[in-house]
């Protein structure tokens, strides 16, 4: 990771006001929400868990087809937001709580015990921010992901589907840190994940998508 948790969650802070509108001018950022949104495609009994929700992009517009989105971030800021707009459109079924991609504070066996509500996951998603982990990091994540049991993992990312240092960048060097698409579908094999589709939306941005596979059980392999 170039920046720590810390550092990444000062600075979202600072840009929470204008995070919406400054990423709603990229075309790529428009074409990922909408594909990772498309991927997921919860049931009405699916709960749903946003990692690095940011504003809620992604979970408020799944909200309404899902049971219960939980959304995830370091940035009380971008949380802020994602919980006014909640409010101001009258969505219910989501809660905005710290949580980081390697412990992403959804319950534990405990509480699952006295409420399987709580630590029940159907589908993680995540856009736009599991490139500010290293990729060592990034595969720590993506276990942990795998070991919340959900049947889908939809990823969408600066991701590199070329060589791993892109040539013009269209991400910040100085705090991200991209993986290439085929570390990502290793590290997601590897979790126990069988990967389903891969939308190339630009050569630096992607969207996949990681579906249990059918021998993979609930048990996530070491
Ligand atoms: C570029 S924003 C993307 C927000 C949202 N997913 C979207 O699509 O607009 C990246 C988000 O990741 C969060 N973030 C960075 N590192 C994180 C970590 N280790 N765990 C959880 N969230 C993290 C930041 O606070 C920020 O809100």
Do not use: W
């Amino acid at each position: 990771m170039k920046k720590t948790i810390d550092e990444h969650a000062a600075r979202f802070d600072s840009i929470a006001g204008e995070y919406d509108d400054s990423q709603n001018e990229t075309e790529e950022y428009r074409a990922c929400v909408s594909l990772v949104v498309e991927h997921a495609a919860p049931t009405p009994e699916d709960v749903v868990l946003d990692l690095g929700c940011g504003t809620g992009a992604i979970g408020l517009s799944l909200a309404d087809s899902a049971k219960r989105v939980l959304g995830r971030d370091v940035s009380e800021g971008m949380m802020d937001q994602a919980r006014e707009k909640a409010r101001e459109a009258g969505i219910e079924n989501v809660e905005f709580e710290y949580g980081t991609f390697r412990e992403p504070n959804v319950g534990s066996a405990e509480t699952a015990r006295v409420d399987a509500r709580d630590a029940r996951v159907d589908i993680v998603v995540s856009n736009f921010a599991m490139h500010h982990l290293a990729d060592a990091e990034k595969r720590e994540a993506i276990h942990a992901i795998a070991a919340l049991n959900p049947r889908r993992f939809v990823l969408g990312d600066v991701m590199l589907f070329g060589d791993s240092d892109a040539e013009n960048p269209l991400y910040s060097p100085e705090v991200d840190d991209p993986a290439t698409v085929g570390l990502l579908a290793d590290a997601l094999t590897d979790a126990g994940f069988a990967l389903t589709a891969v939308e190339m939306v630009h050569e630096q941005f992607g969207v996949l998508v990681a579906e249990r596979s059918p021998n993979g059980g609930r048990d996530v392999p070491e």
